[in-house]
């Protein structure tokens, strides 16, 4: 694990800085996904989260969950180095992992004050938002930057690079 305060590898530790700053009046914003390859489509969705918010907590699948949701030839990024990318973020503020394949049981674990995920996710599909949508909190997607996806990214390597 990278020695960095912005990246909570623990459970709980997260569940108790997530409490102590909900307690001190910050509003929590949550995100969540692979970011195996960091795009300018990442870093346009970051920043906009953030403004939603105080803080902009993002839960990175581990590797073993990429695998099992993008195949085996992928994370093409290691955990511990997408985290470090992602804490380098000026947008981003909290960095963690989750080793489930979606993250209901994060968002559970935390409830954000705000879930944001991608205009591809219509609201009501959201995972999680029940969870946050019943402890009062809001439930938003951002546009989709069309084209702009790290499978696009692998694809343009391959096509130019083969």
């Known amino acids: 694990m990278i020695n960095n305060p912005k990246i909570i590898g623990n459970r709980k530790n997260l569940v108790a800085a997530v ?9 929590v914003v949550f995100t969540n996904g692979c970011y195996d ?5 990442h870093v346009r969705f970051l920043k906009t989260a953030k403004k939603m918010g105080d803080v ?15 195949g085996p030839k992928r994370p093409v ?16 503020d909290m960095v963690t992992f989750f080793e489930e394949d979606d993250p ?9 004050d705000v879930l944001v995920k991608g205009g ?6 959201i995972i999680g938002a029940d969870v946050v949508k019943a402890a009062g909190g809001k439930v938003r997607n951002i546009k989709y930057i ?14 130019y690079y083969k």
């Not at 591809?120 to 599909?125: E, P």
Request: aromatic fraction near 2%.
């Open 104 to 112: 209901y049981a994060i968002i559970k674990d935390v409830i954000p």
């Open 56 to 70: 902009l907590l993002l839960a990175l699948n581990s590797d073993s969950s990429v695998k099992r949701i993008k």
């Open 19 to 27: 409490k102590k700053l909900k307690r001190s009046g910050k509003k």
């Open 37 to 41: 390859l960091l795009h300018v489509g």
């Open 146 to 159: 069309k084209g702009k996806s790290t499978t696009n990214v692998i694809a343009k390597v391959l096509k």
């Open 77 to 92: 990024t290691g955990q511990n180095e997408r985290a470090e990318l992602m804490a380098a973020l000026d947008c981003v």
């Open 120 to 125: 591809d996710w219509a609201i009501d599909r």
